[in-house]
């Protein structure tokens, strides 16, 4: 089934000062409120164990921060300056429904502060439900800004948006010393798309898109309320317009 993803990224921060467990627990802690399904954070459908409790206080946050640092392949040294990984499926509250339509999951990579250069050095995906365990069908785009505007004012991303689960083929330009491979301009678009205050200051919309202004001048871009096909030639178009319309504010 059609899978929308939610993807934030953001730069590295000072470990010293991210406060990433405080951060981790205000998000785990906060998502049921959208869904029941984040009522649980599962390491496998066949064992049920917790992988992230719910709620979860900072004190543990931190400890989960601490026991999923990465490691090195070559001998199991702690690498702090990757950040830490924590990943979980969510089922909704016990006895659990592992349907495919009603399950989803969020990997976290947060904590990194290797390489100061690099903008998307710490993100999260969250592979959403196909149908919303709250009302029985697909995401609407008015029921996932909220959550969208909970994850920024959380993790302040430096980009954002609900991905599309079909394969889209992002403008890029050749990396400067390594021209065979390619790197996906910015913002990436999607069906809902975040702009910063600085880009969305420079930006032009197509007429048929919902621009929501938020109060720092950012701005939520969606095309339309419910998520559309691949083979959805309308959808597409707004899709293709909306690319047009942002391609000068990419970098």
């Given amino acids: 089934m059609n899978r929308p993803e939610l993807c934030l990224w953001w730069e590295v921060r000072d470990p010293s000062r991210s406060d990433d467990a405080r951060r981790l ?6 998502l049921p409120d959208f869904d029941p399904i984040y009522q649980s954070w599962l390491n496998s459908p066949a064992g049920k164990d917790e992988a992230v409790p719910v709620p979860l206080n900072e004190t543990a946050a931190r400890r989960l921060l601490i026991d999923n640092i990465d490691r090195s392949d070559f001998d199991g040294s702690a690498m702090p300056e990757f950040g830490s990984n ?3 499926g969510h089922a909704g509250p016990p006895p659990y429904d592992f349907s495919e339509s009603n399950y989803a999951e969020t990997s976290c990579h947060v904590g990194s502060y290797l390489n100061p250069g ?8 969250m592979g959403l439900s196909a149908l919303r365990v709250a009302t029985g ?3 609407r785009a008015s029921e ?3 959550m969208m505007k909970f994850a920024r004012e959380i993790w302040s991303p430096t980009a954002m948006c609900v991905m599309f689960p079909f394969y889209m083929d992002f403008p890029s330009v050749p990396l400067p010393l390594q021209t065979e491979f390619r790197r996906t301009l ?3 678009l999607g069906w809902i798309t975040y702009l910063p205050a600085d880009l969305a200051a420079r930006a032009k919309y197509p007429a048929d898109v919902e621009v929501e202004t938020l109060s720092d001048g950012a701005v939520l871009v969606t095309l339309c309320e419910e998520m ?9 178009k707004r ?8 391609r000068p504010i990419q970098s």
């Fill in 144 to 146: 996932l800004r909220p």
């Fill in 186 to 188: 910015d913002p990436m």
């Fill in 137 to 139: 069908r697909p995401w």
């Fill in 239 to 246: 899709l293709h317009a909306l690319e047009a319309a942002l």
């Fill in 86 to 88: 924590i990943w979980g």
């Fill in 228 to 236: 559309f096909e691949e083979t959805d030639a309308e959808g597409m």
């Fill in 25 to 30: 627990s205000q998000f785990v802690t906060g």
């Fill in 118 to 125: 690099d903008s998307s050095a710490n993100h999260i995906l």
